[in-house]
């Protein structure tokens, strides 16, 4: 059988690839401690959960849904971005509900890019910018996130040849792998910048809720001019540990809304729509959880941080986001050490330049794991380290 070049040259997916050694070790009889995925360990809310069995008793849910969403939907999602950002939105045409917001990421690309085109993806990065635009045949562009710029994209390095053919700018915070955060005087520039070289902005901001000591993470769609150029992408997977149930959403221009709600109106048929209520209840219900989800993020991230800095592994403690992004020992690679921790201890870590190349030099390492396994995984490290005769 011959596969299309489109599926031939695809790199296999970042998790798969970790999925698969995970298995070998445990078919081995090995126990392996992950904090290599972001999905969230603690369950999704009951009321949530009560919402969706409810639903999924009602008849008039079992049929297809519409593929733009419920509209009751669209409102609650309306209304969540005004409360939450002080952003009104036109339920009607500026939202659009998405089968996790990895599906409408991946598809957007159909909607702006020929083949030919470029798209601006910042490295390191969720693999999916690149991803979706070259399999519409378009090539990303690389914008290095380097510490010494805060993990921003510097605008002003991108050449004028790669501008001219440059149709999308994806930016993604609070920043997956980072754990960076940007203020609104960042994405004003942004607005101004995709306003000179007439570029769709896309903006990723599953992470926005997820954030500690109190600091609260900014809109997109608050900049000045935000809703002329671009769109933010959302999610419900970490706000409210809801990644199983693949429900998310896509808010701003309305022409941008428009393009990627006809396509996807013709390859998928919506969102089941029990899931559509458990939505809808976790936007409008109490949101004590998100503090409480939060506080529990925030103290295995002061436990990680400690124990990385104590083994001599430099990492700043992030303001939101589920990650830690920490650099390697001197003498090692990010895949190097990956494998170390792997092989040597059972520990997994995602590898920086599972993201890309400017990822080199650095591990990530998440908050989604349970205590006891933390704990684990966590007395593992020191106990590798104090056998290692290297310099740390
Ligand atoms: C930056 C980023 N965007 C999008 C997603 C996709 O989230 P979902 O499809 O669960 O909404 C993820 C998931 O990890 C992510 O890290």
Redesign the pocket.
């Known amino acids: 059988m011959k596969m299309s070049r489109r599926i031939e040259n695809l790199p296999p997916y970042l998790f798969v690839e970790i999925s698969r050694k995970i298995a070998e070790k445990k078919a081995r009889g090995e126990e392996v401690i992950s904090f290599a995925i ?1 999905d969230p360990d603690i369950p999704t809310p009951p009321h949530i959960i009560d919402k969706l069995c409810q639903a999924a008793q009602d008849p008039a849910n079992h049929r297809y849904p519409e593929s733009e969403g419920l509209p009751e939907l669209r409102k609650a999602i309306a209304e969540w971005y005004k409360k939450r950002f002080d952003v009104p939105l036109d339920a009607d045409k500026e939202v659009l509900p ?1 089968v ?4 409408g ?1 991946a598809h957007i690309a159909w909607c702006f890019i020929d083949p030919g085109d470029i798209a601006l993806v910042p490295d390191p990065a ?1 693999p ?1 910018y690149s991803v979706g635009t070259m399999l519409a045949g378009g090539e990303p562009y690389y914008m290095p996130l380097v510490a010494e710029n805060d993990f921003l994209p510097n605008l002003d390095t991108i050449p004028a040849h790669v501008l001219e053919k440059a149709k999308l700018l994806w930016i ?1 915070y609070p920043n ?1 792998p980072t754990g960076a955060v940007a203020d609104i005087d960042f994405f004003d520039r942004v607005v101004k910048f995709a306003q000179q070289h007439n570029l769709a902005v896309c903006h ?1 901001a ?2 926005s809720e997820v954030a500690f000591d109190g600091y609260q993470p900014v809109s997109f769609m608050q900049a000045e001019g935000a809703k002329e150029v671009g769109i933010e ?1 959302h ?4 706000s409210y540990n809801m ?1 199983g149930w ?3 959403m896509v808010v701003g221009n309305a022409e941008m809304i428009n393009a990627l709600k006809t396509f996807k109106s013709n390859l998928d048929s919506g969102i089941p729509q029990a899931i559509q209520y458990a939505a809808i209840e976790a936007l409008t219900g109490p949101q004590d959880c998100i503090q409480e989800h939060n506080a529990i993020y925030q103290r295995r991230r002061d436990l990680i941080v400690d124990m990385l800095d104590s083994v001599g592994l430099e990492a700043k403690p992030p303001k939101a986001s589920l990650y830690i992004w920490a650099k390697v020992p001197q003498g090692y690679t990010s895949a190097e050490f990956t494998n170390e921790l792997l092989e040597k201890v059972g520990v997994v870590v995602t590898p920086g330049t599972g993201y890309g190349s400017s990822g080199e030099g650095y591990i990530r390492v998440s908050l989604t794991i349970p205590d006891a396994g933390l704990v684990k995984g966590l007395s593992r490290l020191a106990g590798w380290r104090s056998t290692k005769k290297i310099a740390w």
Request: proline share 4%; charged share 20%.
């Open positions: 972001g998405l996790g917001s990895k599906e990421v969720y999916v993604n997956n990723d599953p992470y992408f999610s419900l997977s970490k990644t693949r429900i998310g």
